[in-house]
């Protein structure tokens, strides 16, 4: 039996296991499950979102997307190099533990550590070191204000738990690196850990002396990957779940009129982009073709973002030339531009580089982006016609992100919201910047390009916004001019919920807050 067909059967036995639940119980359907429990383990936002749930950090966004306080009550930048944390008392880990300045001392070494996958979310950090049990002094370098959009993912760990339980060191999905977090938590959050079987259901339980005036009526959470769509679908039309929040766009149309669910759409903050092996040699040992700018335009020529968005994503999508969304500062209209396909450009350019017929390998996901095995079909055509001989590898991401991550791909899809910074000085750190250190850290090509390195590391260092936004234009302009990434589009996002469901917070950065869900009560 397959993988596939195991996690489909796998679900819907999740599903027909699944408790009578009350009114207060949220059941929860996705199309993938989460990777780990540890936070650190992945720079995955989704994984992030529902441990949030979970864990928290110093600070948080508000509705508007404004830092409000969290585990840190008031904060102040002093000489231009240390943010002082005043901390909230009171608090309390899930086991009990009080939340103190030592808590946060571990957990941001731990997340800095060289081995920590997430150590690219917070580029920005030196160090840090306790001033009493409720303050923290963390030095950065750079008095940006951007250090505490970055915070708002960098979540609390319990330094005694660590300690007890031997995972004091992150934990990393694509290296498969496991330890006591990576099945097991202990955070300060609205809800706790009860059980989790991976690939099947996790639950949580409301934690009733959470710190924070309580805004939900859940008791408890059952969240349940189900991968395939038309059983995710079901699972809703029957009433088995509660809410979807990854509704297929094909399906909206049919959700949207049947009796008694509601949908919500919009476009998400997250641009979808291919990606290319900018190594000296590809993997099967040839000379790497995509070193040679003229083959990267000639893939771009090959495809049409509006047919893709036509047929594959339903109209649904926003076709970009753009890297980032428009919502995202740094955003430049004038880098928004793409041009219609032209197979026969795509052609010449092939044969002035001598690469007729090149064969390659494209690696796609059929669980991470949006229709992605569609539209990874529909450009493999795209290019067949452009005079590109490609080979599709696809699979789940957790098959394929390991691959990814170690530059094992020819060409690879990716996609960047750029959260929790909503920067462009996000994607330009890293992704779009030279791998060293804390950035480049998702630079998966291994592309260089020194003038955009210099200019990224300018614009942190700019205390003017208007400045540095120009600054970011222009190392964007860089990566535009050069075809380091192609952009495809910023894709759609839908939610479809059971009326049981009263009321979700539903925003562009697609991340679930069920301690904001109301339920609609018997």
Known sequence: MSRFKKLILGAVAAIA?????????????????????????????????????????????????????????????????VWRFTLRKGVKFHNG?????????????????????????????????????????????????????????????????????????????????????????????PFKLESRVADSKTVLLVNDVWWDEKKHNLDRIEYMPIASAATRVAALLSGEVDLVDSAPIQDLPRLESSEGLSVMKKQEFRTVFLGFNRKEKLEDGRANPFNDVRVREAVE?????????????????????????????????????????????????LAEAGQEGLKFSYMCSNDESINEEDFCAGIANMLKRAG??????????????????????????????NEPTLDAYSILAQVLSTKDGKVGVSNYGGWSYPELDKLVAQSV?????????????????IAKDDTILIPLHQQPIAWAMQGTVKSVDFRSDNKPRHWLTQMAGK
């Not at 009578?20 to 059941?27: D, I, K, N, Q, Y």
């Not at 260092?461 to 302009?477: I, N, T, Y």
């Open 17 to 81: 296991m699944a408790a009578p639940a009350s009114a207060e119980t949220l059941r929860w359907g996705g199309r993938a499950d989460i990777y780990s429990l540890d936070p650190d383990s992945i720079a995955s936002t989704f994984n992030l979102s529902f441990l949030n749930h979970i864990y928290e950090g110093l600070v948080r966004y508000d509705a508007n997307f404004k830092i409000e306080p969290a585990l840190a009550t008031e904060w102040k930048l002093i000489d231009n190099k």
């Open 97 to 189: 533990a009080d939340f103190t300045a030592d808590d946060v001392i571990a957990s941001l070494n731990r997340v800095t550590d060289p081995a920590s996958p997430l150590r690219g979310n917070i580029p920005l950090y030196v160090s840090s070191k306790k001033v009493d049990d409720y303050t923290v002094d963390v030095e950065v370098s750079a008095p940006t204000s951007l250090f505490l959009n970055d915070m708002t993912n960098i979540f609390m760990f319990s330094a005694k738990w660590l300690k007890d339980n031997n995972t004091e060191k992150p934990t990393a999905v694509d290296t498969k690196t496991e330890g006591y977090a990576t099945h097991n938590t202990n955070g300060t959050g």
């Open 301 to 349: 020529a090959a495809i049409d973002r509006d047919l893709i968005n036509a047929k594959v994503m339903r109209g649904l999508a926003r076709p970009s030339g753009s890297l980032i969304a428009p919502e995202i500062a740094g955003y430049a209209k004038s880098l928004d531009t793409y041009s219609k396909a032209d197979p026969e450009r795509a052609k010449k350019l």
């Open 388 to 417: 590109f001989d490609p080979s599709i590898d696809i699979a789940p991401r957790a098959v394929q992100s390991p691959k990814r991550t170690q530059g094992k791909a020819d060409m690879f899809n990716l996609s960047w919201a």
């Open 461 to 477: 260092q700019e205390s003017d916004s208007a400045k540095r936004l120009q600054l970011e234009e222009a190392a964007l302009k």
